[in-house]
């Protein structure tokens, strides 16, 4: 005899069964190193590129509602080094291959603990529903500007409000990355959502909420023109003696001045 024992749900599983309220979808941060513009601009795309974690597959990533992609520290960095980040928002979006609760290469290299490597990845894809952002933004952060500032529902409030049980282990083990405390190993990506399309994103006006690069690419008259034609909302950063780390909050700031000049409330 089979016994019928219920069995741990996917992350998917669970939110697609939950009521949880599907809360309003921040815009997408591409970030990438500066010395790309111009790629970018001379393909008038970002470009999708063959990916190291799902090999054999050219994908462009973005992180929901703010900039958490994050290269190892560089000491002393080229200003071509330095972070940018293209805002998006897409009035149809384009086709998504993957959606994780955290950055699937800090996951894939061991970046985080064993708690929540120890499952397979493929767990903890939310794909097939984009209604699964809103919902993991209220399991989780409870509204998109809690989920902005990093600021997670406790690990024990989320598992009394929802009822959790031992076999939902893969949906505590969520809860509990994100309030892990920042590190070098354990940074933002533990607590941010991951994106990915499988082809290449066309620079449009209407997908541009704004752009945020170092202050000295504004000294090149010719790009920044070009990027003021695909949108108003151009930030900058400066440049000062820091490490490569040193600079994302700065990008983050610039962001948040991104939301308000477009008008977003998160």
Same mark, same amino acid.
């Given at each position: 005899?089979?016994?019928?024992?219920?069995?741990?749900?996917?992350? *998917?599983? /669970?939110?697609?069964?939950?009521?949880?309220?599907?809360? *309003?979808?921040?815009?997408?941060?591409?970030?990438?190193?500066?010395?790309?513009?111009?790629?970018?601009?001379?393909?008038? *795309?970002?470009?999708?590129?063959?990916?190291?974690?799902?090999?054999?597959?050219? @994908?462009?990533?973005? /992180?929901?509602?703010?900039?958490?992609?994050?290269?190892?520290?560089?000491?002393?960095?080229?200003?071509?080094?330095? !972070?940018?980040?293209?805002?998006?928002?897409?009035?149809?979006?384009?086709?998504?291959?993957?959606?994780? !609760?955290?950055?699937?290469?800090?996951?894939?290299?061991?970046?985080?603990?064993?708690?929540?490597?120890?499952?397979?990845?493929?767990?903890?894809?939310?794909?097939?529903?984009?209604?699964?952002?809103?919902?993991?933004?209220?399991?989780? =952060?409870?509204?998109?500007?809690?989920? /902005?500032?990093?600021?997670?529902?406790?690990?024990?409030?989320?598992?009394?409000?929802?009822?959790?049980?031992?076999?939902?282990?893969?949906? @505590?083990?969520?809860?509990?990355?994100?309030?892990?405390?920042?590190?070098?190993?354990?940074?933002?990506?533990?607590?941010?959502?991951?994106?990915?399309?499988?082809?290449?994103?066309?620079?449009?006006?209407?997908?541009?909420?704004?752009?945020?690069?170092?202050?000295? =690419?504004?000294?090149?008259?010719?790009?920044?023109?070009? @990027? *003021?034609?695909?949108?108003?909302?151009?930030?900058?950063?400066?440049?000062?003696?820091?490490?490569?780390?040193?600079?994302?909050?700065?990008?983050?700031?610039?962001?948040?001045?991104?939301?308000?000049?477009?008008?977003?409330? @998160?």
């Amino acid at each position: 005899m089979v016994l019928k024992i219920p069995q741990p749900p996917t992350l *998917k599983e /669970f939110l697609e069964a939950s009521n949880l309220e599907v809360a *309003k979808e921040p815009p997408w941060v591409h970030s990438a190193s500066a010395g790309r513009i111009w790629d970018f601009v001379n393909a008038g *795309k970002i470009i999708a590129f063959p990916c190291n974690v799902f090999t054999g597959e050219n @994908l462009c990533y973005f /992180f929901v509602g703010r900039p958490a992609y994050k290269r190892d520290d560089i000491t002393n960095p080229g200003d071509w080094e330095l !972070p940018m980040a293209f805002v998006m928002r897409f009035p149809k979006p384009p086709k998504i291959k993957r959606i994780f !609760p955290f950055d699937s290469g800090a996951f894939a290299n061991k970046r985080f603990p064993t708690y929540i490597t120890m499952f397979k990845i493929n767990r903890f894809d939310i794909s097939g529903d984009q209604r699964n952002i809103g919902r993991l933004i209220s399991l989780v =952060y409870r509204t998109p500007t809690q989920y /902005f500032e990093r600021r997670p529902s406790g690990h024990e409030e989320i598992k009394r409000e929802h009822d959790l049980l031992p076999r939902h282990q893969e949906i @505590l083990a969520v809860s509990k990355l994100a309030l892990e405390n920042a590190s070098h190993q354990m940074d933002d990506r533990a607590a941010a959502i991951e994106v990915s399309v499988e082809e290449d994103i066309t620079l449009l006006q209407e997908h541009l909420v704004g752009i945020v690069m170092p202050e000295e =690419y504004e000294r090149e008259k010719e790009l920044w023109a070009h @990027l *003021k034609s695909l949108t108003p909302n151009l930030e900058t950063y400066r440049i000062l003696p820091s490490s490569l780390h040193g600079y994302y909050a700065r990008v983050s700031d610039c962001v948040d001045r991104i939301y308000k000049k477009a008008g977003i409330q @998160l």
